[in-house]
């Protein structure tokens, strides 16, 4: 441990420095003006309209304490230590002169400060933005706060408070300090009163001193700052250096409390305050009263600035008061939450840097009102920066140049802001009217906190929501396929009214939008989940840009409510009198921590992270490294969103070898050197981001790859081989095997025009399904049944009648029987047409001239026939939608004149061979649906886990699936058997699931981690880090007490029990695996009191209540060495078997758990039968009365327990690699990635009366247009 104690990283304050006059360095005027010898009381008019030079007097942090202009050595004890205190002495024989700052060998110097010199050197300009002039008489004291950005725009928050110190002046007598004049220190109560007939002039001088954070406490460093001013108001200089040393020792120690619902109590000065949190680690920490802009401007005026603002416009605020500057900028910095501004903000611009204001560039600044009229000249008169906005607080008014144009916020927006806000209370006066009179002074201000808390809440609520409504759509067009993400730009803004396109144009260019964009690709339903109606997307076209969803979004009634309102307070223990650096308070504090954690560990508190985060905090302080990290990383066990990353690679790159080896032991080694290794190379973490593409047509030739990859994030393609058959078709008459940007450009071009022409055709009377989009519609044709337009949609044929308001539906797809090229006489001529016959009326017959077209509307309707039909025998819906993305492309690729040649290669499905040719009859008769789940990456991915959530009483039944891709999980609808949303948690992929409780499910992951994962929000805000090595498998068990555990087993033979409440380990086991064995523990299951654990050649027996005892080790075979490649647990009738599959073949060793007799069987029964070829078995699961076991080939067999074969299932494409069970009697099963599609079987447990999957589609009565039928899809027979 070090000797020297630390401030700690989530200090309160950073500095706190102390600007203005004193006696050290008595008054200089800024500019000389005519000499002034006497300066008598009554002589002294020019004394008090001079600007006088201001110094920075003090610079204090929790761990030094700086006195540049002080000149002589302070003594800093209690609060700092010698070697942390620095003057500015004068040197002997110097008199007059200062010299330079000296410090003890050893001390920290003044750079050691937290603070750069730069900024601390324009502290004078920005303390006095007018200039320092002196007083005849005490003045009021005056507050005002700033905010600080540095290069990397990390942004510093300030609060000052300015007060007059009285002092006796007279003029200086040293000839070389001419036109200056010394102070003295006065007692108001008597040298006042003494000297008002002598040679000296009393005056009071001012000084500012201000308190320096990372976080915007703007109120809580007032009253802090408040608390400090009876001490040093009237106090001498020793006096006053003592009273700011203790003042800034102590408020060093409090710590801010991370992001949730744990505030922090602390007294100072005698006066209690409390530091809250922020409500969570995204948002914005708000300490500062959010009503002043609604004091002051309209609300159009509100609404037009915050425009200003989204659209990145040059803006002046002006005010006669420099405090209502920063408060007014930061208010509405908060209403534009979640974007941001990171251009040029300097809230309060000196007077003598008003020049500013010309500079180039996007800026805000603040402003006196005096300069009003100067400011005013440069828009009306100075052409390049005629687009300043100007914001007079005082007049209420926002000045616009009249050739500006600044589009205004979507009406469709602002209407419900405006309704909320309109009846606001904005003025307490007014609340005390109906209230009793206070004649507490802490009750009227409990009074004040509560309508300001309320008020608060309902302008973030409704400012949220008025974002919401403006951008919440936005995740539908943002595509993220492998790390390649694309906002389809062009199409959001379309998707707007027109008067609203110029605002989205403007805001999608912004800088503040590519970073908001960037931040919501991280969780695309963040803001999703905060609102009642989100528009939805058609599947297969775009969305029409001239059709505006009527569901505007509107915010859950729960955001309007505190979400503090029950906020949780620690008192920090009394500082008492000495400083950081004698670490006694530090050690009252961890007591405290210790005793609150090991309170709230017995209570399972969802305050533990907190505390935890506070206490890791205080170690890193008292230099305790490796426990600091212990907390840190117990912290992102309970709540990962509070884990401070950056804090934690700072300790690490400090660490000695020492703390290394000893780093090394932990469990979570591997994630700790990882931000190690991150930190150490220095990487730019803003390059790793994810940039989202916005432009549709690339900037250089693409390759297949790089096609294959474009085409899908503009959700043109929608599989590799799509991809493929696209890139093949443009470039079938190209010599070069990539497609050049212009070529890409003119099919994009002719494929988005397609698209609007499409989604704005009208069919009159007939209204079409949520997600029957159009995809093709023909020219003025002649039929057998009169002339019009023919319309083919996703599931129906269409005949639009030339000169009527009907439109008649010809035929649905699933019914078309043929389409054929027939060439029937009419008028004394054979011309060519095409004929569609019907499956269900032999006697149906349509017959169409399509001059031109005939065969490209044959090849269209077979194609989506055969999709139709493929989708019917495999029960996958999504084969009709590939078909009809095929059927819009070829279409596109016609129009651009491509050959025929290259058209035809887009099709695939009137190709393939019927699918009812290619399943069994078993096959048939069980499968119920086949589910594609539509990932961010274009590959198909590995199903690695499954398991069933059975309904509740707060959400419906799901079946959540672990896919191969980096860390997702897929959420299915368990009643329709649908996608319905997926998300990622970690970088390496999920290996297995289980359901805990009624409210989560645990993710186990190659990254040695657990994520627990709330059923209900989707988020992983716990992860625990146990493990040694990749997870494999877990398992619950309940003891006779009805305790319940939690167990998790890693590849590595590690068995960890954990609480399910706790969330802590309570019990760890550790499987002695022979050589052979190491690593490849990847199954276990509990029967009775033991373990049995399956490695890839031996199965570990071993009893985990007495775990002292021994393990038993079976092998499959004594002389032969033999793999294992699955196991399950089945239950007979009284005993339990253990089944593994073997040798990679169809053999299945079995051995009762009781007796622990063995008994082999080998179903292959000859060379040839399928059973032989299916490359051994990969997963097996017993249900009811079978066993149902998934092979390499992707065949599922059925057998019973007696180890007999009932029946084969042969769909999938891949080896099975997940299986589960649902309260249907259902069995869902996952391949690997060369498939990648879910398939639901009934099995014999599946009741007569489950609901069966059925799509109900409906159509138009023939009759009535708009009176809606049910018509049911064939999909639905078994």
């Known amino acids: 441990m070090e000797n020297h104690f630390k401030k700690m990283c989530n200090s309160l304050i950073e500095i706190c420095a102390v600007v203005g006059m004193d006696q050290d360095t008595g008054l200089i005027p800024s500019s000389l003006s005519p000499k002034q010898r006497n300066v008598s009381s009554s002589n002294h008019s020019y004394l008090f309209s001079t ?467 960037r931040d919501l690709i991280r969780d695309l339903d963040v803001m999703a989940q905060k609102v009642g109606v989100v528009p939805k997307l058609p599947s297969t076209r775009k969305r029409s840009s001239t059709t505006v969803s009527v569901h505007v979004p509107v915010i859950a009634d729960q955001f309007f409510q505190n979400p503090q309102a029950d906020l949780s307070i620690y008192v920090l223990p009394p500082f008492g009198q000495e400083g950081i650096y004698s670490g006694r308070f530090y050690g009252v504090y961890s007591k405290s921590l210790d005793e609150k954690i090991s309170d709230l560990m017995a209570k399972s508190s969802s305050l533990v992270a907190n505390y935890l985060y506070l206490r890791g905090m205080l170690r890193a302080s008292c230099g305790e490294n490796l426990e600091a990290i212990d907390d840190f990383f117990l912290v992102s066990s309970r709540n990962v969103q509070l884990f401070p990353k950056k804090i934690v690679q700072e300790i690490l790159c400090k660490l000695k070898d020492a703390e290394l080896e000893k780093l090394r032991t932990r469990q979570y080694w591997r994630k700790a050197e990882t931000l190690r290794m991150q930190a150490e190379e220095k990487q730019d973490f803003r390059r790793d981001r994810k940039e989202v593409l916005t432009s549709a047509i690339p900037s250089a030739p693409l390759t297949l790859s790089e096609f294959v990859k ?207 040719n290619q399943l069994s009859d078993h096959t048939r008769k069980t499968l119920l649906k086949r589910v594609t789940l539509p990932l961010q990456d274009i590959e198909k991915a590995t199903v690695e886990s499954l398991i069933y959530l059975p309904a509740s009483k707060d959400s419906s039944e799901k079946v959540w699936c672990a896919m191969g891709s980096s860390g997702v999980i897929v959420v299915i609808d368990g009643a329709a058997l649908e996608y319905e949303k997926h998300m990622s948690y970690a970088k390496e992929r999920v290996t297995c699931l289980l359901t805990v409780g009624q409210h989560h499910v645990w993710a186990g992951c190659l990254d040695n981690t657990i994520y627990v994962v709330d059923i209900f929000t989707g988020e992983a805000d716990q992860q625990l880090s146990g493990h040694r090595d990749s997870l494999s498998h877990m398992l619950q068990t309940e003891d006779e007490r009805g305790v319940n555990t939690v167990w998790s087993a890693s590849s590595n033979g590690q068995i960890v029990g954990w609480d399910p409440v706790t969330l802590t380990a309570k019990k760890e086991l550790q499987v002695k695996l022979g050589r052979k064995d190491e690593k490849t523990l990847h199954w276990f299951c509990a029967v009775g009191r033991t373990f049995w654990c399956a490695t890839r050649f031996s199965v570990y027996v071993l009893d985990y209540v007495r775990d002292k005892e021994g393990t038993k080790v079976l092998t499959p075979m004594q002389d032969k060495q033999m793999s294992i490649d699955c196991a399950c647990v089945v239950s007979m009738f009284e005993f339990c078997q253990v089944w593994v599959a073997c040798d990679k073949r169809a053999h299945i060793v079995t051995w009762n758990t009781a007796t622990y007799e063995k008994k082999e069987r080998t179903l292959c029964k000859c060379k040839d039968c399928s059973i032989c070829k299916c490359g051994g078995f990969t997963k097996m699961m017993e249900v009811g009365e079978q066993v149902w076991v998934g092979s390499k080939s992707g065949t599922i067999y059925v057998m019973s327990k007696t180890v007999d074969l009932e029946m084969e299932l042969s769909l999938h494409e891949d080896r099975i690699r997940a299986m589960c069970i649902t309260d249907h009697g259902l069995v869902i099963t996952g391949p690997g990635s060369r498939d990648g599609r879910i398939a639901v079987w009934k099995s014999h447990l599946a009741e007569c009366s489950a609901p069966k999957v059925v799509k109900v589609d409906t159509a138009p009565c023939e009759v009535d247009g708009f009176q809606m039928i049910r018509r049911t899809s064939s999909l639905s027979s078994t």
């Not at 389809?488 to 912004?510: A, L, R, W």
């Not at 078709?729 to 010599?735: G, N, P, R």
């Not at 269900?840 to 090849?859: L, M, Y």
């Open 51 to 517: 600007m006088f030079e201001t110094s920075v007097l003090a610079q204090v942090s929790g761990e030094t304490a700086s006195f540049p202009q002080t000149p002589c050595e302070v003594n800093g004890e209690p609060f700092y230590p010698k070697y942390g205190v620095v003057s500015s002495p004068v040197k002997r024989g110097a008199k007059g002169r200062r010299g330079s700052l000296i410090h003890v060998h050893g001390g920290p110097k003044p750079a050691d400060l937290p603070l750069s010199q730069e900024v601390i050197s324009n502290l004078p300009a920005l303390c006095f933005p007018d200039g320092a002039f002196v007083s005849k008489k005490r003045k009021p004291v005056s507050c005002h706060s700033m905010v600080f950005t540095d290069i990397e725009g990390n942004h510093t928050y300030c609060m000052s408070m300015t007060f007059f110190r009285g002092f006796l002046l007279k003029e200086s007598e040293d000839d070389r300090s001419l036109g200056k004049y010394e102070l003295f220190f006065m007692d108001e109560d008597v040298d006042e009163r003494t000297m008002q007939d002598s040679s000296y002039a009393v005056c009071y001088v001012p000084t500012c001193c201000c308190l320096i954070s990372k976080k915007p406490y703007f109120n809580l460093m007032k009253d802090c700052l408040s608390c400090l001013l009876p001490q040093v108001l009237r106090s001498d200089a020793r006096s006053f250096r003592l009273a700011l040393m203790r003042f800034v020792s102590q408020l060093a120690m409090v710590p801010i409390p991370p992001a949730g619902s744990l505030g922090i109590e602390f007294e100072l000065c005698g006066v209690r305050h409390l530091v809250r949190p922020a409500e969570n680690p995204e948002t914005r920490l708000i300490d500062m009263e959010l009503h002043y802009p609604f004091l002051y401007f309209s609300l159009d005026d509100i609404l037009l600035l915050i425009s200003c603002i989204l659209t990145q416009q040059r803006i002046v605020f002006l005010s006669s008061s420099y405090s209502l500057l920063t408060p007014i900028i930061e208010s509405f910095f908060t209403f534009i939450q979640p974007f941001s501004w990171s251009f040029t903000y300097v809230p309060i611009l000196p007077s003598n840097l008003l020049d500013l204001v010309d500079a180039p560039g996007v800026f805000i600044m603040g402003c006196h009102a005096q300069h009003k009229h100067q400011i005013h000249r440069f828009v009306t008169e100075v052409d390049e920066v005629s687009s300043i906005v100007i914001a007079d607080i005082d007049e209420g008014q926002v000045m616009i140049h009249r050739d500006a144009k600044i589009p205004r916020l979507p009406t469709y927006a602002t209407d419900m802001f405006k309704f909320r806000m309109k009846n606001a209370e904005i003025d307490f006066e007014r609340v005390l009217v109906e209230r009793q009179t206070f004649f507490n002074v802490e009750e009227l201000q409990q009074e004040r906190v509560k309508f300001v808390r309320k008020f608060q809440q309902l302008v973030l609520a409704s400012a949220q929501e008025m974002i919401l409504r403006m951008f919440s759509n936005i995740k539908d067009v943002v595509v993220q396929r492998e790390e390649d993400l694309f906002f389809d730009m062009e199409n959001f803004i379309e998707s707007k009214p027109f008067d609203d396109k110029e605002f989205y144009k403007e805001v999608c260019q912004s800088h503040s939008f590519s970073a908001f964009l």
């Open 710 to 916: 474009h085409v899908s994030r503009l959700q043109i393609a929608d599989s590799r081989d799509a991809g493929k058959r696209l890139f093949h078709a443009l470039t079938f008459s190209s010599k070069v095997e990539a497609v050049e940007p212009e070529a890409f450009a003119a099919f994009y071009e002719a494929y988005t025009m397609a698209t609007s022409e499409a989604t704005s055709f009208s069919l009159r009377n007939i209204r079409l399904e949520e997600d029957e989009d159009i995809l093709k519609i023909s020219k003025l044709i002649r039929t057998d049944r009169g002339m019009g337009f023919l319309v083919l949609t996703k599931y129906r044929l269409f005949l639009l009648e030339n000169g009527t308001q009907s439109c008649d539906t010809i035929i649905s797809v699933k019914d078309i029987r043929n389409v054929e090229i027939t060439f029937p006489t009419r008028l004394l001529r054979r011309t060519a047409s095409i004929q569609v016959t019907s499956e269900s009326k032999p006697s149906f017959s349509f017959v169409a001239w399509i001059t031109g077209e005939n065969e490209f509307w044959r090849d269209c309707l077979l194609e989506m026939k055969a999709g139709y039909s493929m989708a019917c025998g495999f029960k996958d819906l999504a084969i009709i939608g590939h078909a009809a993305k095929n059927v819009i492309i070829a279409d596109v690729l016609r129009q651009c004149d491509f050959p025929e040649e290259s058209v035809s290669l887009v099709f695939c499905f009137n190709t393939q061979k019927d699918s009812n």
